[in-house]
């Protein structure tokens, strides 16, 4: 069985601050993780993922996420927010063998002040 | 290359009615998924195909739903008869049938609404 949990539903950050978005994350199985975003009137888009590759993995339009076991967390982070970065987030986790459904968190809705 | 494309972008039934979602997944791929998020809650997910067959159809919430996938090209799923709980968005998703393929690519949803 798996899990997701997104700590905020809502973020608000500053216009050049820190970005962060927490995600944790519960999985029986090793597992393959993945942030989504979703603009306004738009589908999901993948932002990144990991593979059991690298544990800090970077994804685009500046975003990155390091995957801790130790933690079980997957958090994402951005040095320096922009407007054109205010969606939502989505968190998921998947097993490792390929072709299996995804568990999502609940979202986050990152909102940027300007 | 297309993406994944759904249709309709929106749909108003009254509850009783019947709706049919179409999903056109990116060409060649063998893997198709559904999902719906309702309002307020987590993306869910419904079920899985691998060409034409239902590898996963475990998160179907009841035999109202059936999902079809005929020639393992596009699929459908229809809600017959809906009720006020169906209401969310549906996503589709596709995939690859490769090994390291883990990306799944989502449509851009439809909005249901049960009145």
């Known amino acids: 069985a798996q899990s997701v949990t997104q700590l905020g539903s809502h973020v608000s950050v500053s216009e050049g601050a820190l970005v962060l978005l927490r995600c944790n994350y519960s999985?029986?199985?090793?597992?393959?993780l993945f942030w989504y975003v979703q603009y306004p009137n738009q589908g999901l888009q993948l932002l990144l993922k990991?593979?059991?590759?690298?544990?800090l993995v970077k994804g685009i339009n500046g975003f990155e996420a390091e995957f801790k076991k130790s933690e079980t967390s997957f958090h994402l982070t951005k040095p320096s927010a922009h407007m054109s970065d205010a969606a939502e987030y989505f968190c998921a986790v998947s097993g490792n063998f390929g072709n299996e459904k995804l568990t999502f968190g609940t979202g986050t809705r990152l909102t940027i002040i300007p | 290359e297309a993406g994944v494309t759904q249709f309709p972008s929106h749909s108003v039934i009254e509850k009783g009615q019947t709706v049919t979602l179409r999903c056109d997944p990116i060409s060649g791929h063998d893997n198709l998924y559904w999902y719906r998020r309702v309002m307020g809650k987590e993306i869910k997910f419904l079920l899985h195909?691998?060409?034409?067959?239902?590898?996963?159809e475990s998160g179907m919430p009841n035999n109202r739903f059936l999902a079809e996938r005929t020639g393992g090209t596009y699929s459908t799923l229809k809600v017959q008869p809906a009720e006020l709980e169906d209401s969310g968005v549906y996503f589709c998703?596709?995939?690859?049938?490769?090994?390291?393929?883990?990306?799944?690519?989502f449509g851009p949803g439809t909005r249901l609404l049960v009145l």
């Open positions: 998703a596709s995939s690859p049938l490769k090994t390291g393929q883990e990306t799944q690519y």
């Open positions: 990991y593979t059991s590759a690298a544990t």
């Open positions: 195909f691998v060409k034409e067959s239902k590898q996963d």
């Open positions: 999985s029986s199985v090793p597992p393959y």
